[in-house]
């Protein structure tokens, strides 16, 4: 049976010493990579690392749903024990450096968190003497590679998943319209090193400074770009809470219509849900996890503990299944980098994920649009890696 074993969470006692599953089955591991050895036998130490303490309730709510997700996971895995231990990282690297030394001082084989890039970057180097893992929560790939992996979904692997299915709809040009802020130019090189690998061709770039006014001064220059380059398809980095309402308004009104030239969102479109209300959504492109795993997850999560998960939670689920998954096969080697980075990924709760050697990640995601204000997948996620969108 599945042990889960009584919590220690502890808070820092020292300064900061550095600087800045049911659903899962992982294939065979052979090859010896970073990373501690480990006795299968025993239950393994696993530090979860969360933003508790920090004063801030949106960290508390966080940290709160985190754990719930990691007992979760702990309770659909059979005939793997892990003594899952909680540290408080009160939302500062400083602490979570000092946590994860402590962490590793108390035994730990892998750590799993923090949610904040700086301060999963700082229990990386505090981890790292000890060639101890870490499986943060963050998305910001700048942090990742070493002993750091991240977890979260990054734009990378969504404008992948967008502009190879892009191509495969027969679009060949491309315009890429990004805030001038770093998401935006982040989301920009992510776009753009996509359409580099693809049978899309880049037909250029629009910059917005994050405004009112930047996104009304921008759109002359992006109708100008679309005609001239004779565009098929629009790639927009903007989120549903800051200038995606106005573009999808404004570059229709412009002359951008949106039957010849197919808008498509680097972010999610159907989240909050009334943006599916917006007339210029209609017919956008955008991705997600599998949609039907992903409701499968937050409806247990409220079932067992009466409320809605936090949208990241299932990084935690993720990140304990995978370890619990390398560990079943009772390989001492289970948790090195290259048991972690194995080609054939796992099942997590939003569908297939694999850990890649540079300390990014790939997730299988599915492809939806925007008809009569609902969501509607047209191209369903993969199955494996070997399946389409890969």
């Known amino acids: 049976m599945f042990t889960v074993c009584k919590p220690v969470r502890k808070l820092a006692r020292t300064a900061a010493v550095l600087a800045t599953a049911a659903f899962l089955a992982a294939c065979d591991v052979s090859t010896i990579g970073g990373g501690p050895s480990i ?6 130490p696993v530090a979860l690392l969360v933003p508790a303490g920090s004063g801030q309730a949106g960290d508390a709510a966080l940290a709160r749903s985190l754990e719930n997700a990691a007992r979760l996971a702990m309770s659909d895995l059979q005939n793997v024990q892990i003594d899952l231990r909680v540290y408080d990282t009160r ?11 402590q962490a590793v001082a108390d035994g730990a084989k892998i750590i799993l968190g923090p949610v904040y890039a700086q301060a999963a970057n700082s229990a990386g ?30 734009f990378d692997n969504t404008a992948n998943r967008l502009v190879s299915f892009a191509g495969s709809q027969g679009k060949s040009n491309m315009v890429i319209v990004h805030s001038n802020d770093a998401a935006g130019q982040l989301g920009q090189t ?14 250029g770039s629009v910059g917005y400074d994050r405004s009112q006014q930047g996104v009304i001064n921008s759109v002359p220059s992006v109708k100008a770009t679309v005609d001239a380059s004779g565009a098929d398809s629009l790639f927009l980095t903007a989120t549903t809470a800051g200038a995606l309402p ?17 808008f498509i969102g680097l972010t999610r479109w159907d989240i909050p849900p009334q943006t599916l209300d917006l007339p210029g959504v209609q017919g956008g492109w955008f ?25 990241i939670s299932g990084l935690a689920y993720d990140g304990i299944a995978a370890i619990a998954a390398l560990v079943s096969q009772g390989k001492s080697n289970a948790l090195t980098a290259s048991a972690l980075t194995q080609n054939a990924g796992f099942q997590g709760v939003g569908g297939i994920f694999r850990l890649r050697p540079n300390g990014t990640n790939e997730r299988g995601l599915a492809v939806a649009t ?20 890969f």
């Open 246 to 262: 106005l573009f999808t308004q404004l570059l229709p009104e412009a002359g951008v219509s949106t039957t010849n030239t197919q």
């Open 190 to 203: 992510a776009i753009a090193n996509a359409l580099a690998g693809s049978r899309v061709n880049n037909a």
């Open 370 to 389: 925007i008809q009569n204000k609902q969501v509607v997948v047209i191209d369903p996620a993969p199955q494996s890696f070997t399946g389409a969108g």
């Open 287 to 311: 991705a997600l996890p599998d949609p039907s795993k992903a409701q499968a997850y937050r409806q247990r999560y409220n079932n067992t503990y009466g409320e809605a998960p936090h949208p």
């Open 125 to 154: 180097i505090a981890a790292l003497s000890s060639n101890v893992n870490v499986l943060s929560f963050s998305n910001n790939t700048s942090i990742a590679g070493g002993n750091v992996f991240v977890l979260g979904p990054t």
């Open 39 to 44: 006795n299968t036998s025993d239950p393994v």
């Open 91 to 101: 939302g500062s690297s400083n602490t979570a450096a000092a946590v994860a030394q």
